[in-house]
């Protein structure tokens, strides 16, 4: 589905209306291309002090190649374009030092280059040594939620919570975040703990890994299912019987395997289970993709289509989860991802049931994360904002041009947005994200 709007804002006559008369002015978003670099400009670093976090920072864009300089060198002059802003908070220890937010950003920030990248870096608030930390640690969430709302042409601001001792994990996550990978992804926190340090190479971090992807016929499901095999993975494709011609078409591409069955079947897990068995000899990652809407406001709400969404979206990776664990299938280190929405998380009008169904995507992840950690399986969820699919394209006219514009980047995203955020967390050098929630969703206005 293509957005006219902001094809017809990069004509001649679109440039001028847009200029002339306030109008939204939706950047086409650079997405990755295998084989570029991870990012293509210079880098400002800045910091509040020294420390661990901050040399690992330094030490990932020596790896990258990137050419990066610290602001208090004096690039922050009209000289440079920066393509990204990289600052170390962690050493905030108390809001005397939040003061280092303004006096870093203000001067540079203007000269950020088209679909550049802000990433702030602190120290997980609820691990804090001290109260004072604490809170000046969770203030940073209001500072990147309101800059990614100032920013223009496509830049995104994230911010990176790093648990004491987890500064190691932050590799995967910084190259994500840097990369056109997250174009979609603003206003984002992630959380890192400690795991195993995992070494792989980044242009293929998956070789080796097998991939269920249920729901893979189409849409983001198929985006997934080509993003884990472009990343070195195994894919097992999942979608019901009806769809077997387009599911074959993006297995058959991608040299995987498929599942024709419906995830609600009650023998869906052990079918899974012994095809992954017997064709892969088990499961490294797991991503619950495949999901229904059957939009009716509460009162015309009929029970077949409450039931529906909910076993499709919520009791069917709930179940497929436990079985999958419980049998030993997804091995040691696995990867467990969720497809939540904002839905879930802002609520929407006609959506009790597909918003429920959601919000419990993220109950799974929550109530599971501590659980695997014993088994060094992961546990996370994506949750997409507008993305430009089969599902969005039946929306009626006037409600979907307001959920494409309502977000800071002003457009909607694309089945790769939320792919790339997947491939993120199943990456085995992501050891440290567990129990994150990440929406995909350009900074949407709706929710938290
Ligand atoms: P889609 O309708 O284009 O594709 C969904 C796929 O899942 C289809 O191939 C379908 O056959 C399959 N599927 C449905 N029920 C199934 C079942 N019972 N068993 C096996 N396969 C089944 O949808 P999409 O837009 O690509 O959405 C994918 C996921 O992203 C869904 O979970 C959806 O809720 C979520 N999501 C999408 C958006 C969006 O803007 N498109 C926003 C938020 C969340």
Sequence with gaps: MTDRYQTFTR?????????????????????????????????????????????????????IGASFSTATEGV????????????????ATSTADLSSLQRFFSPVIRQLAAAGRVIVVGRTPELASSTDQHIAQRALEGFTRSLGKEVKRGATVNLVYVA?????????????????????????????GTGPLVSNDPQRPLAGRTALVTGAA??????????????????IGV????????LRKVISKIGGTELLLDVTAVDAAQRIAAHAQEQHGGLDIVVHNAGITRDRRLVNMRTDAWDAVLDV?????????????????????????????????????????????????????????????????????????????EMTAKIPFAIREVGRRMNSLQQGGLPI????????????????????????????????
Excluded at 165 to 191: M, W
Aim: with cysteine.
């Design 313 to 389: 979206n919520l009791r069917a990776p709930e179940r497929i989860t436990k079985h999958l664990v419980e049998s030993g299938a997804i091995r040691d280190g696995g990867s467990i991802v969720g497809v939540s929405s904002m839905a879930g998380i802002a609520g929407n009008n006609g959506q009790t049931n597909y918003a429920t169904s959601k919000a419990g995507v993220i109950g799974l992840v929550e109530a599971l994360a501590p659980v695997l950690a014993d088994k060094q399986i992961r546990i996370n969820a994506v949750a997409p904002g507008f993305i430009e699919t």
């Design 76 to 91: 922050a002059s009209s000289e440079i374009r920066p393509k990204a802003l990289v600052f170390d908070a962690t050493g």
């Design 417 to 448: 947005d939320v792919a790339e955020a997947i491939a993120w967390f199943a990456d085995p050098a992501s050891a440290g994200l567990t129990g994150n929630v990440v929406r995909v969703c350009g900074q949407s206005l709706l929710g938290a």
């Design 11 to 63: 004509t001649p006559l679109g440039k001028t209306l847009v200029k002339n008369l306030g109008l939204p002015d939706p950047l086409p978003l650079p997405r990755w291309t295998d084989g570029a670099p991870v990012i293509d400009g210079p880098v400002v670093f800045g910091a509040i002090g020294e420390s661990d976090a901050g040399k690992a920072i330094q030490a990932l864009l020596r790896d």
């Design 218 to 235: 189409r849409g983001i499901g198929a985006a997934i299912a080509n993003t884990l095999a472009r990343d070195g993975a195994t894919v």
């Design 164 to 192: 004491p001792d987890a500064h190691e994990q932050l590799d995967s996550t910084l190259r994500f975040f840097l990369s056109p990978k997250s174009a979609y992804v603003d206003g984002q926190v992630a959380r890192i």
């Design 239 to 246: 979608d019901v019987p009806q769809n077997a011609d387009p």
